[in-house]
Every structure is written in structure tokens, then in C-alpha cells.
């Protein structure tokens, strides 16, 4: 029997992204709802895979113990010198800003398996070539969030030389792009998910994410710093004090805060959101048109 796993999938732990002049979070979704909605669109497996952090997916292998029929694996997305690089099956931390080398080595040392995501993208912090030096299991040769079809062309291309099991996540910073992308494996939960990546036998399969997707993400990111803001600024922490998004903006100074409300609001008038996606699209396409032969650890971030 056939399962579907998303093996890249972001929490409210993934830290903050830039936009331009733009600060705002990566994600805002909670690990719980993570686990929901990966039972709700059929996966068997999700990956949560923060950016240089755990905590996301420890917290959502810890709910789903109580829901029924999904399984997670804990992933991290680790920022190092030359790319980020996926490390899933972790139980704690690897530092971000290591040599890929040293960051492969610590993935071993805690019997997790080695990803490289979105391997030849030229808009966000990929290995390129650097696959071909390094220790690793898998390529990720379709990534939802690369619209432009460049990335992933190229990944597929070399991924034939048959070096890697051939994987897809959706790189979900929104809960609907979860499983838009997914990787097929046999049988069912983690242990089959690691057997099949390193017997190279998964098959990636998904869509890219669309205009509509990309917006919504843009929305929640933006409406739910507002939410924060405002707590910040009546003090009125909410459930969680510890919440990342509501502990960044209480760092600000008051009358940044107020900016960033008010920035916020002409943000999300009518067009601006789809203009800044569609023009976000365009730069990529772009940007990765151009063929990358050496890593690009430095990028700068779209999405």
C-alpha cells in the first residue's frame, strides 16, 4: 500500500522572513493544526521542518500521539555556509552557520537522514553542486513554492544520476499548501518513510503552489502580527506568552510598532497582496532562470 508523506513543512517556529523593506514571519500556523489539516488532505506522514529549530516538530509528534492516523517525523531546516539542508528523524537542535559537512556529521550523530531542499534555487539558500560532495540521502526535486519551474527542472534533472531518493514537500508556510506536494512511499509511518528513502524507492508527486495560496499566506502572516501587535501594545499576551510571533513584535519599540499596524493596513488593500505575490513570481522566474553551479548560502529570501 502506497502512503503519501509532505517532507517539508513549516510551524510558527520557523523565525522571520524579509520581503523587500518587510519583516514578518514565516509561518503562523501551530503544530497542532499542522497535524489536522495532514490528516484532513490524506498524508500518512508529515515532516515538520522549521528553519534552525526542533521545537515545531516536537510539539506537533507530541499532539499527534493523541490524534489518530497521522505520523510526524522532526525536521529542522538548517541554515549553513554553503545551503540549507533538511535534517529529518532529529531529536534536538543543530546550530545554524556550520560548514554543510559539520551539519551532515550532526544529522548522523542523531541517526537522522540528510535532504537537500530546493537544491539548485537561486532565490533562497540551496547547495547546488555541493550535493555532489556531500553525504546525503535524498534531493528534494519538487518544491511546491517554486513556482518558476527552473529549481526543480534542474534538481530532476540531477537527481538522474541516481545518487538520491527523489522527494517532494510543499515547503508549507500555510496550512492550504499543506500536501500540495508530497512524496509516495510504501507502506505507512515513519519507519517505512526512512526505509524507502534510503532505498531510493519514494516517488515525488504535487503541484506548484498558486497565486491564490501565495496570497493567503501573505494575508495570515500579515493579520496575525497584527493581532500580536495589538496584544503587545494592551499587554494582553494571550495563551501562549512564549508565542514567537507575539514575543518578536514585543521586542519593537512602541512607535515601530505602530508603523508596522499601519503599514500592515495599506498592505492588505486591494490589489497590493496579489501584486506583490505576482511580482514576487516573476522574480523568481526570473532570478532562476539563470543556471547555478556553486552554492548560494548567502541568498537573499523571496518567500
Keep these: 500500500m ?25 509561518s503562523v500556523n501551530e503544530p497542532e493544526d499542522i497535524v489536522k489539516r495532514a490528516k484532513s488532505v490524506g498524508l500518512d506522514t508529515v515532516c515538520v521542518t522549521d528553519h ?18 497521522v505520523n510526524v517525523v522532526v525536521g529542522e531546516e538548517i541554515s ?42 537561486m532565490h533562497v539558500p540551496a547547495l547546488g553542486y555541493e550535493v555532489d560532495r556531500l553525504d546525503i540521502d535524498g534531493l528534494e526535486v519538487f518544491n511546491a513554492g517554486h513556482v518558476d519551474g527552473f529549481a526543480n527542472n534542474r534538481a530532476l534533472q540531477h537527481s538522474k544520476l541516481g545518487r538520491w531518493a527523489r522527494l517532494a514537500g510543499s515547503d508549507s508556510h500555510t496550512l492550504g499548501t499543506l500536501g500540495c506536494a508530497f512524496t509516495e512511499f510504501e507502506g505507512n509511518g515513519e519507519e517505512d518513510l526512512r526505509k524507502a528513502i534510503i532505498n531510493k524507492t519514494t ?18 502572516v500579515v493579520l496575525e502580527s497584527d493581532r500580536q501587535i495589538i496584544r503587545s501594545l494592551i499587554n494582553r499576551p494571550g495563551k501562549d506568552p512564549d508565542d514567537p510571533v507575539y514575543r518578536k513584535v514585543s521586542e519593537l519599540p512602541g512607535h515601530k510598532r505602530i508603523a508596522a499596524l499601519g503599514a500592515s493596513f495599506f498592505y492588505i488593500a486591494p490589489p497590493i497582496p496579489y501584486l506583490v505575490v505576482w511580482l514576487g513570481a516573476l522574480r523568481m522566474r526570473r532570478i532562476n532562470s539563470v543556471p547555478i553551479h556553486e552554492p548560494n548560502g548567502t541568498a537573499s529570501k523571496l518567500f
Excluded: C
Design 203 to 220: 516517488i515525488p508527486k504535487g503541484s506548484p503552489m498558486s497565486v491564490e495560496s501565495g496570497v493567503r499566506w501573505t494575508l495570515e
Design 2 to 26: 502506497a502512503s503519501r508523506a509532505d517532507i517539508h513543512v513549516h510551524s510558527k517556529y520557523s523565525g522571520l522572513a524579509r520581503l523587500w523593506f518587510l519583516r514578518f514571519p514565516e
Design 80 to 121: 549553513t555556509e554553503e545551503g540549507e539542508i533538511l535534517g529529518l528523524f532529529l531529536n534536538n537542535d543543530i546550530p545554524k552557520d556550520l560548514p554543510a559537512a559539520e551539519a551532515v556529521d550532526r544529522i548522523r550523530s542523531q541517526g537522522g537522514l540528510v535532504i537537500a531542499p530546493h537544491p539548485f534555487s
Design 52 to 69: 534552525n529549530t526542533v521545537r515545531g516538530g516536537l510539539m506537533a509528534k507530541k499532539f499527534a500521539k493523541e490524534y489518530d492516523g
